[in-house]
């Protein structure tokens, strides 16, 4: 599943990194306090691992906040690394989610130029396939809003690249066990 | 004439403490014997509260902040009770990191107060001030930068709990010196608040992994018991003991387990490992099961890991599930307190038939014993012996890092707990003396020796200070061969002897340099002197005494083995042949 792909006018197509297909969903609870990014990064970083995305918000319990995290790598030294960040005194529990017991979304705006209203009605028709919405409109350029899996933004994302796209913005994945799992 | 005055009961004010005095008050209501500390501005409110609020703790001055740390990090390790270190913000912090970093690796409990710049000016580069909560992330088991006064007491009691309890660790409190100085006005008992941490639960065991564990263990025919720090701190001696004689088992230790089991005991093998006894890895090479209790499988200990205990099943006993699967896959993981998990299986294990496998092992013994030559001048191996002899192995010993660390391993056998006193995991030099300094603070009647190179003594040697005011009775042995030693080793072994920033020509006399201080000094430069002079050193207990022996140059330490290789390319002497330089690890 990939989570990060830079799109910039100046690289239109982007190869895939082959390393982040597949790329591993981690949820934490942890101690709403400053500092506690500080020391789970630190694991990551010092054994070479990559966040891919990372998405942090108060919990429901505002003493808590909650984070996903997309990360690349070996699966093998992730279970360690799991451990090592449910070892922190901060974290209250980490967890990986397979795609199968879990809903992963996230939120995409992309911002294209379009000179002329043939391209436009293209874009807004890719958009609408994937039930984006138009979120910005002026005479020269247009903010698309896409949410979803990672892989359908990715589609999404796949299908603009041909237009002139000046910027895009992630959110990163969120994610929820399903069922009766805890997240 | 004197009027008349109103004989109003003079009402004794409400005690009103600052956060520095509650600070204080909690570390002595938890204990707290000894604080290791520097002053500075930022922790003057800390430092006055240590006057001002009657308590037995007991203030030591050192000469370094590093030292600091080291003497409670020695204190620790004699007692299993953690110190204090405290000290002023920026660069008195800043000293401390090798400290800190020296207890993470090695699982020591430690507090560490640090004072701080104003809460308002933190973030805009002030005087002294330095973000030690972000420094020192990596190398604590916890940190905490408090922002409110009120805060002190709960902190301290969380950093004390979280400090000893579960795998130990060192906990850094930093306090701005605005919060320390304002007064307090909260609940003193507050409750700790860690919903995160739970050491509880690792009196736990599962009944399943013990099953499992018996399973494997009942049907071995050559096993092997690998003791390691964490079987100490659990203080599962006892269990360990039971385990090894129902089993008929041997047993090996790391660095860090010397004297868990008594290593004089006829099922010791000594420590394994780069410079372990060469039987002790054969042992790990030719048994068909190794049963680890406590140790965190270093990669000293294991040489290449694919090669590790090959031929054995492996049971992994931790406390922390994160060393699960590091460097080593067991075939059985139990994850929980030693002694509690011990306990558990010794319900489950039959004795072994493990005759002719001790027998083989007797056989290693005798074959590649630890030995030293006698002639060719004065080795650092005897004068380890000497000692060793001469103190009935009952002496607290705390090594340096270098080649006498490891002589002092494998010639200075520990019978019990808590009496062998080394960096492992760090491999810090200038540690050995200052952690002798903490040791002999906690354990004034014992015999306390520091064994240091005559490199990493000069590191720390400052607290001949500390020790002379104090009156400790340490005995100093510098080790002396004007090198580097080991690294020098490696250089002759794997860089054709090629010397490069190991020559330490411009050494001190020592026996001088110790009488400026007003400490003893004895010079030992002749194999004949040496059981004289040692005799000569421990029977004076007026104050530290500093031993320099005249040691030869360019020995090397064997067994060996290149690190990254197996264990079965093990050296036993000089190699005749030119080696390949060591790349699996440092
Ligand atoms: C603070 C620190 N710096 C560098 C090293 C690398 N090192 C390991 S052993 C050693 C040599 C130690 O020499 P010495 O203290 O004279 O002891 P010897 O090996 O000669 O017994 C060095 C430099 C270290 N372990 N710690």
Known sequence: MATKRKITTADKKPAPRPDLIGGHTLSMYVNNEPGVLMRICQVFARRAYNIDSLVVSQGRDPRFSRLTLGISGDPAGLSQIIMQCTKLIDVIHCFEHMPQDAVVRELAMIKVMVKGGEKRTEVLQIVEHFGGKTVDLTESSIIVRIEGASDKVDAAMRLLVTYDIVETVRTGKVVMARGEGIT | ?586
């Open chain 2, 1 to 586: 004439m004197a009027t008349k005055t109103k004989t109003t009961k003079k009402r004794k004010p409400k005690e009103q403490l600052d956060g520095a005095q509650a600070m204080i008050k909690t570390l002595a209501d938890l204990g707290v014997e000894y604080v290791f500390g520097y002053s500075g501005g930022a922790a003057l409110p800390i430092f006055d509260a240590l006057e001002t609020v009657k308590s037995d703790i007991k203030f030591v001055l050192t000469r370094h902040e590093q030292g600091a740390c080291h003497m409670a990090d020695g204190y620790a390790r004699a007692t299993g009770k953690p110190a204090v270190v405290l000290v002023t913000s920026g660069p008195g912090a800043g000293n401390t990191i090798t400290g800190i970093m020296t207890a993470q690796m090695d699982s020591i409990p430690m507090i560490i107060i640090t004072g701080q710049q104003v809460t308002w000016m933190l973030g805009k580069d002030a005087f002294q001030e330095a973000d030690i909560f972000g420094i020192t992330i990596p190398v604590v088991k916890h940190n905490y930068l408090v922002r409110e006064t009120n805060d002190l007491p709960r902190i301290t009691r969380e950093a004390f709990h979280i400090a000893t309890t579960g795998r130990p660790g060192p906990v850094l409190i930093d306090v701005p010196k605005d919060i320390s100085q304002s007064p307090f006005t909260g609940d003193m008992n507050a409750e700790i608040d860690l919903p995160g941490y739970n050491p509880e639960a690792s009196y736990e065991i599962d009944d399943q992994d013990i099953e499992d564990a018996a399973l494997i263990i009942n049907a071995a025919k050559r096993p092997l018991i690998l003791a390691g720090h964490g079987a100490m701190i659990s203080g599962a001696e006892m269990e360990l003991m039971e385990l090894a004689t129902r089993l008929n088992c041997p047993v090996t230790s790391t660095l860090l387990g010397k004297g868990v089991f008594p290593e004089t005991h006829e099922l010791a093998l000594g420590m394994l490992g780069m410079h372990g006894t060469a039987y002790a890895n054969k042992a790990v090479c030719e048994c068909d099961l190794i049963i680890n209790i406590g140790s965190r499988f270093d990669d000293r200990i294991i040489g290449k890991a694919e090669e590790f205990g090959k031929n054995a099943k492996i049971v992994h006993f931790d406390i922390d599930p994160s060393e699960m699967n590091k460097m080593i896959t067991p075939d059985v993981q139990v994850i929980g307190d030693a002694k509690a998990a011990l306990k558990k299986l010794l319900k489950k294990v039959d004795s072994l038939e493990t005759t002719s496998w001790l027998e083989k092992l007797d056989g290693y013994k005798k074959k590649f014993p630890l030995s030293y030559a006698k002639q060719g001048g004065l080795r650092m191996q005897k004068v380890l012996d000497e000692f060793y002899e001469l103190t009935n192995g009952e002496a607290i010993v705390t090594t340096d890092v270098g080649q006498h660390q490891m002589w002092a391993a494998q010639f200075y056998k520990n019978s019990e707990s808590f009496k062998w006193i080394s960096s492992g995991g760090a491999g810090t030099m200038g540690f050995g003396f200052p952690a002798a300094i903490g040791a002999q603070f906690a354990c004034p009647d014992e015999t306390v020796i520091a064994v240091c190179g005559d490199g990493g003594f000069q590191m720390t040697l400052c607290e001949i200070a500390t020790a002379c005011i104090h009156k400790l009775p340490v005995k100093i042995l510098v080790l002396n061969n004007h090198y580097l030693g080991m690294v020098r080793q490696w250089q002759e072994m794997f860089f054709d002897n090629r010397e490069s920033g190991v020559d330490l020509e411009g050494n001190p006399d020592f026996v001088k340099l110790a009488e400026a201080y007003g400490c003893k000094g004895i010079n030992i430069k002749r194999p004949a002197d040496v059981r004289k002079k040692l005799q000569e050193a421990l029977a004076y207990n007026d104050g530290p005494v500093l031993i320099n022996a005249e040691c030869v140059k360019t020995d090397l330490v064997f067994p060996m083995i290149p690190a990254g290789a197996a264990l079965e390319d093990m050296l036993t002497e000089r190699p005749k042949h030119k080696m390949a330089k060591p790349i699996g690890s440092t």
